[in-house]
């Protein structure tokens, strides 16, 4: 065992271990330690002053779930835009669940949308499920804000052709946030039913249970539901 792995099952809640193994199904319980967020946060942050993170960053693939967030964690702290770029280039690839694709949009991407945006594109296009859903949270997290956001952010991801179950429910998500963040831009795709039948209605649920959006909305959205011919 890793001095890294030693570590956190030192933090292991058996407990927390159950619950959490049952909301990431895509991999085996037995690769879930039980570490809680929080106490992987700080671990990452005294990692980054450690010399012991470089050994643990090539190490891939790692084996515990809680290895991939703690590299998620680490690799979001990085400063400088190119080294955090080849960092993710490197990792993605290994990722296997949402709940690391999830955790953590680094500071770095939300300061260089324009340098970041040709590297989402190259993610859209990936095999990789969990590259894809990573493009697309970047999307939504960082090119819905106003400063950011042009009428080409939703056609990408519109234009996403995917089975993958965990990339059609970050779609779905990313056009829920769209309606309540760009409702002018968004509500042609759902409108014209410019997605899949599942996404449409993932989207239309997912709206419809947000606080962002007006009841009005909510009942016009409602209309959109039925299935396309």
Not at 13 to 20: P, Q, S, T
Not at 107 to 132: G, M
Not at 139 to 165: D, G, H, K
Not at 184 to 204: F, G, Q, S, V
Request: aromatic share 12%; charged share 25%.
């Amino acid at each position: 065992m890793t001095s890294v792995q030693a570590t956190l099952f030192s933090m292991q809640d058996r407990a927390y271990k159950i619950f959490n193994a049952k909301l990431i199904p895509t991999i085996s319980p037995d690769k879930v330690i039980g570490v809680r967020m929080p106490q992987l946060r700080k671990l990452a942050k005294e990692m980054i002053k450690n010399e012991v993170t470089t050994n643990f960053l090539s190490a891939l693939p790692h084996t515990y779930h809680e290895e991939n967030v703690l590299h998620m964690l680490i690799i979001s702290s990085i400063k400088d835009f190119d080294e955090a770029i080849k960092a993710y280039q490197t990792f993605l690839p290994y990722v296997d669940n949402w709940a690391v694709t999830d955790c953590q949009t680094p500071a770095i991407f939300k300061k260089n949308p324009k340098k970041l945006l040709p590297y989402i594109d190259e993610w859209l296009t990936s095999s990789q499920e969990y590259t894809v859903r990573f493009a697309i949270l970047q999307l939504m997290n960082i090119y819905l804000a106003e400063e950011n956001f042009n009428e080409t952010i939703p056609q990408r991801v519109c234009e996403v052709e995917s089975e993958a179950y965990y990339v059609n429910m970050m779609r779905a998500w990313f056009f829920a946030t769209s309606l309540a963040k760009q409702y002018d831009a968004t509500i042609p795709y759902i409108n014209e039913r410019r997605l899949d039948d599942w996404t449409h209605l993932k989207t239309i649920q997912k709206a419809r249970e947000s606080s962002r959006i007006s009841p009005e909305t909510k009942d016009y959205l409602k209309t959109l539901k039925k299935p396309s011919n």
